[in-house]
């Protein structure tokens, strides 16, 4: 299941979502949290908030395909993505991915499948307001070189 | 009619969001489609690394042949998560 939405969330209530306590085949989870965090590379600003947009329409279908891509390629039970928009502030969560399956590495896998492909794949654009300046945050071409791994 | 929508730096730059440009030869494709728009948003260049997508779809191939009735947005390189 794929959500975009403004408002913060509960780790522990969206991972009992996709692993209820009566569910007794799932041996595995494995969840991924993306924070706000303050400037790496600029020391001479502190990041107060971060503004996040996104294209309605199609940024759901991009995450719902990523989330299909991943269901083809690893044999897992259930998945929850959560990304946010809108004004976040330091240290907030920005986005969830969970994953459950009998074994951990199709969870482990498809995990970070997910993820790498959503940095690359869904429109989302991320804004960095420091308490001196704001700017929208450059690709990084790492991400890139992540997801060439997974072909 | 084909529906134009920008985002992030480049709705900043432009300082719109969307807008309907009327379907004819001038907007065949999408390289024409920018081109066209450069003339009035000159800004359009100071956003490096344009992406564009034609129906809420990626399209790398920017000769792709537009329709009438197609949205197609313009923005930077994606960076979420």
Redesign the interface.
């Known amino acids: 299941m794929v959500r975009i939405q403004e408002e913060g969330f509960d780790i522990q209530s969206e991972v009992k979502k996709i692993k209820p306590s009566d569910e007794s085949d799932i041996g595995a989870l494995v969840t991924f949290v993306g924070y706000v965090r303050d400037f790496k590379d600029n020391k001479s600003d502190t990041l107060s908030s971060m503004e996040i947009e996104f294209y309605p329409g199609m940024t759901e279908k991009a995450l719902i395909e990523i989330e299909e891509k991943a269901r083809r390629a690893w044999d897992v039970f259930d998945v929850n993505i959560i990304h946010r928009f809108g004004k976040l502030n330091l240290n907030d969560e920005i986005v969830l991915v969970a994953v459950t399956s009998a074994h951990r590495t199709e969870a482990f896998r498809a995990c970070e499948f997910i993820i790498d492909f959503l940095k690359t794949d869904a429109p989302f654009w991320k804004k960095e307001i420091g308490l001196k300046s704001e700017s929208w945050v450059d690709v990084n071409k790492k991400d890139y070189e992540k997801v060439n791994k997974w072909y | 009619m084909i529906k134009v929508?920008f985002?992030?730096?480049l709705?900043e730059e432009l300082r719109i969001n969307e807008l309907d440009i009327e379907y004819k030869a001038e907007v065949a494709s999408i390289r024409d489609l920018i081109s066209y728009l450069r003339q009035e948003y000159q800004q359009i260049d100071n956003v490096k690394?344009i992406k564009a997508?034609v129906n809420?779809?990626?399209v790398l191939d920017w000769d792709l042949s537009l329709n009438d009735g197609d949205e197609v947005?313009f923005?930077?390189?994606?960076?979420?998560?």
């Open positions: 929508l985002f992030a730096k709705r690394n997508a809420q779809e990626l947005a923005f930077p390189p994606i960076t979420g998560g």
